[in-house]
């Protein structure tokens, strides 16, 4: 008698479990909300708004879009045509915010403010920059960025960007490559230590 009333329970079970097995989940035609579809940044920004004035000039400062560096255009003011002048007129480029279009467009930038740019000592590779923190101490974005800004106007004639801290460490060599634009944030923090070439004798 207790055998059959396993076997009893124990049908009832499986067949239970093979109806559930059976019955699939219905088709719907009620809309179900699961949120907008994500949505893909432009970056682009509109032509239209780089227009320089008298003595102001455009350049191109490489911000971040699409965990890419993308160069933009902005407009500077009219300044000496030396080196740091040049760089410090980008620096604080790379810091604003972006504008609302840009930002539309999907970029932005990973300098940070109160970041500083001073000339060469002596004793330094020519084309070195100072900048007011040690570089390889910088965000890899960050670094990735400024190094790909200066590297059209700052740097040594078909060289790399060569920047130094504010301390007496030696300079240190970067190059804006593809691959830096395409993955910035594993740009190597440490660059190569350049050192001055002696002067003839």
């Known amino acids: 008698m207790r055998a059959r009333w396993v076997w009893g329970v124990v049908a009832s079970v499986v067949g239970v479990g093979l109806l559930g097995s059976g019955c699939g989940i219905r088709a719907t035609t009620v809309p179900v909300d699961v949120g907008a579809a994500p949505s893909r ?22 911000l971040v879009c699409g965990s890419q560096l993308v160069g ?3 407009v500077l003011p009219g300044v000496e045509k030396k080196p740091v002048r040049e760089a410090q007129a980008l620096l604080a480029e790379l810091q604003k915010d972006p504008t609302a279009e840009e930002r539309d467009a999907g970029f932005s930038t990973g300098v940070p403010d109160g970041l500083g740019v001073a000339p060469a000592r002596a004793g330094d590779p020519k084309g ?11 965000p890899p974005l960050a670094l990735a960025q400024i190094v790909c800004t200066f590297a059209d106007t700052a740097a040594r ?4 960007v060569v920047l130094g801290g504010p301390d007496a460490d030696p300079p240190r060599a970067w190059e804006c490559t ?9 740009v190597p923090t440490l660059g190569e230590i350049v050192r001055a070439t002696p002067s003839p004798t």
Do not use: F, N, Y
Not at 178 to 186: D, F, I, K, Q, W
């Open 41 to 62: 940044v432009s970056c682009d920004t509109p032509a239209d708004q780089v227009r320089p004035v008298g003595d102001e000039v455009t350049a191109d400062v490489e």
């Open 72 to 74: 933009v255009k902005r």
């Open 128 to 138: 070195t920059l100072r900048l007011s923190r040690k570089p390889e101490d910088l």
């Open 157 to 160: 004639p078909g060289g790399p």
């Open 178 to 186: 593809e691959a830096v634009r395409a993955r910035p944030e594993a």
